[in-house]
């Protein structure tokens, strides 16, 4: 029986990857590595430093601990410029109608996100008050397909693995998930996401008490 829900932020509640891109492609620049939207799928889910790591690695480079510093913190002060930028318009559609329902209705809420910034985000958008608990990149250690945040989630929540739901966008979102016995729904398309229990285009296709109906029988 499904008591409660946990939400990845971004990708499933709002479209932050194009911030994220938009600073790493910056950083990118400076370090004259070639950096597509297509290369940026695979920092998407992953803490900042691992993805640095990987912008690295596509342009054949290596960096000191000390080295890579001023990068990260370059990054992250282009993205929060950003984010600061964004309004509740920019909340995925579907995604506050649902949320209005599961508080009608009394469910648990929580956030499970690898961002660091995640608090500021869900309070750019109002939607802090929403969730009981927000598990972020700042109380994580072992980042997805590492369960730990969402076991986390859990148990702060109060509630075992098998009463609660995930959403997620990420393909290493997923696996999370499922490594921590919880029911998995995957947003975005099937093919990428073929570990989850079921998958979504989005929170918008049908009602949100329909949506809810059909995850509840999961
Ligand atoms: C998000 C993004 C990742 C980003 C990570 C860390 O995770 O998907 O691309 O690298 O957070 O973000 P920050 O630099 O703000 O700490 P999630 O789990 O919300 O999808
Ligand atoms: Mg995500």
């Known amino acids: 029986e499904i008591k409660g829900f946990i939400f990845d932020l971004d ?10 891109f938009i600073a790493w492609q910056a950083v990118a620049r400076e370090l004259g ?15 900042r430093k691992k993805a640095f ?17 001023p990068f990260l913190e370059r990054k992250n002060r282009h993205y929060l410029a950003l984010v600061d930028q964004m309004g509740t318009g920019e909340i995925l559609p579907g995604v506050l109608p ?13 956030l499970g996100s ?10 750019r958008l109002n939607l802090t008050p929403f969730f009981q608990v927000i598990i972020d990149g700042n109380r994580v ?5 590492d369960p730990e945040v ?19 966008d990420a393909r290493a979102g997923i696996a999370a998930a499922k490594a921590a016995g919880m029911i998995a729904v995957g947003i975005g398309k ?14 918008y296709q049908e009602s949100p008490e329909a949506l809810l109906q059909r995850l509840l029988r999961l």
């Open 114 to 123: 690898a961002s660091k910034n995640a608090r500021r985000v869900l309070d």
């Open 141 to 145: 250690k072992k980042a997805k397909p």
């Open 98 to 110: 649902f949320l209005e329902v599961l508080q009608r209705k009394n469910y648990k809420t929580a």
């Open 190 to 203: 099937r093919d990428q996401l073929s570990q989850a229990d079921l998958v979504i285009p989005g929170f």
């Open 11 to 20: 990708g499933v509640i709002v479209d932050t990857a194009k911030y994220h």
């Open 33 to 47: 590595i070639d950096f597509t939207e297509e290369d940026n799928e695979a920092l998407k889910g992953v803490s």
């Open 150 to 168: 969402f076991l986390l989630g859990a148990g702060e929540l109060g509630l075992p693995p098998e009463n609660c739901l995930v959403f997620e």
């Open 53 to 69: 790591d990987l912008l690295l690695s596509f342009g054949g480079l290596t960096l000191t601990e000390d080295e890579k510093e």
